[in-house]
């Protein structure tokens, strides 16, 4: 096994994929671990091999890069994508930095308010880019429609009810419980009747991110932008900083350690307060996570991660969650 740490140009599918692309086998490329991607970082481009678990993800990343083209969000330059003999690849530019993940542990409190400061005005910037209201990820929109899940987020809020009937289907799940959840949806679908849907990340935690210099040089992987209220953006980045843990960068590394993230949400609100001012925001954010927990609920393949859901969508009903250990 070679070391990752090691630069090489010489790895087939990475040559095969600059040529696909048009693009020189010149310099130096990494190769980074990932959770569905082959990466490979260059001293100019990002160069990225899917597993094919999220279908179109790319070709989706490519529409999102061409939303925000002109627009003062921080990515990366969108270069090329396609479908080759090693699976379906996707060609970006290097962007200055490292991951917020990788940057905070050394970074000290002064320097990671500034990073989270920068974070609040790039997912402002982001919220107000033009967008259709049917933005969907093609992996999503099947999966909506009964077909495989690839994964369980982001929260797509008109389509909650559905979830429960998914589960309702299934055997060994809790018709009981699931009437209750129904009729707790019910109760609060008319929190979002007035929403403006906006451009959402949908995936955001440290991973995510590249810093440099303390401020955010971009936003990256965009497989999952939708559509959404855009204080679904929370869910996520609330989640994160009660259980980084469970957000390493790939399987076989580790998250961060939660305890070093309790001021992100105050000073993700100093910069941005708009999104934390949705009226019933916490009733709101405690829909979102049913959202997920039912969908893990729902499709999970472990028999042991659906009874954890279960279990949670049990407090969630009793106005509990993830958000009580937070103070924001």
């Excluded at 530019?93 to 790039?122: C, F, K, N």
């Excluded at 007035?194 to 965009?222: A, C, E, K, W, Y």
């Excluded at 994160?240 to 790939?250: D, F």
């Amino acid at each position: 096994m070679s070391d990752p740490s090691t630069p090489f140009v010489g790895e087939p599918a990475l040559l095969r994929t600059l040529a696909a692309a048009g693009l020189p086998a010149t310099g130096r490329f990494l190769p980074k671990g990932g959770w569905v991607s082959r990466v490979w970082v260059g001293d100019e481009y990002v160069v990225r091999l899917s597993n094919g678990q999220f279908r179109d993800s790319f070709r989706h990343e490519a529409t999102v890069a061409d939303l925000l083209a002109g627009s003062e969000v921080p990515h990366a330059r969108h270069l090329a994508h396609g479908d080759g003999p090693d699976g379906p690849w996707s060609v970006t530019e290097r962007v200055p930095g490292r991951t917020l993940y990788e940057a905070w542990p050394e970074a000290d409190s002064h320097t990671r308010q500034t990073m989270i400061e920068s974070l609040g005005s790039a997912l402002r910037a982001l919220h107000r880019v033009p967008v259709t209201a049917d933005l969907l990820p093609p992996w999503l929109a099947d999966a909506l429609a009964g077909k495989p899940w690839p994964a369980f987020h982001p929260p797509v809020v008109n389509a909650t009810l559905q979830e429960v009937e998914a589960a309702r289907r299934l055997p060994g799940r809790d018709s009981r419980l699931l009437t209750d959840v129904a009729d707790w949806i019910q109760e609060r679908l008319p929190l979002f009747a007035t929403d403006v849907p906006v451009l959402v990340h949908g995936d955001l935690h440290g991973s995510n991110v590249m810093v440099d210099q303390g401020r955010v040089t971009s936003l990256i992987d965009f497989a999952e932008a939708v559509t959404q209220p855009a204080d679904v953006e929370l869910d996520t980045i609330l989640r994160w900083c009660a259980k980084a843990r469970e957000y390493p960068p790939t399987p076989s590394d580790q998250g961060l350690d939660e305890t070093t993230l309790t001021e992100v949400p105050r000073w993700l609100h100093g910069a941005y307060p708009e999104l934390f001012e949705r009226e019933h925001l916490r009733d709101r954010l405690l829909f979102y996570d049913m959202y997920v927990e039912l969908a893990l609920y729902a499709h999970h393949p472990q028999p042991d991660v659906r009874q954890v859901s279960q279990n949670r969508i049990t407090r969630l009903l009793a106005g509990h969650n993830h958000l009580d250990a937070l103070a924001w």
